[in-house]
């Protein structure tokens, strides 16, 4: 998700324990894990909100289609063509057709 790797993690803890202190560093981990788990906790329940405050019809609602990527992917790229292949949720893969020809007084 953050993409760190193994030496920005060890820089951290060292960075960590200067700032800290080794004392009190396993609290203030601690204070930023439940942090974390109410931060979401409260995400995932403002979805939940949304959804009931819509009301009937948006039961399957994912907040991720709201992204206005994945609403451009979804609407879109179904409109340009008849049916793309999604191989993962971020990038859609086009059949062999030729390009869409638009037509240049529409523009």
Known sequence: MFDIGSGEIIGL?????????????????????????????????????????????????DIRDLNPKTLIQKHVLDAVEDKPTVTNSTKAVRTNKPPAKFDPDML
Not at 30 to 58: C, H, M
């Open 13 to 61: 803890a060292i960075l960590g324990m200067i700032l800290v202190g080794p004392d009190r560093l396993p609290k203030a981990a601690a204070d930023a894990a439940r942090f974390v788990k109410r931060v979401r906790e409260l995400t995932s329940g403002a979805g939940d909100e949304l959804k009931k405050n819509l009301g009937p019809g948006f039961e399957n609602l």
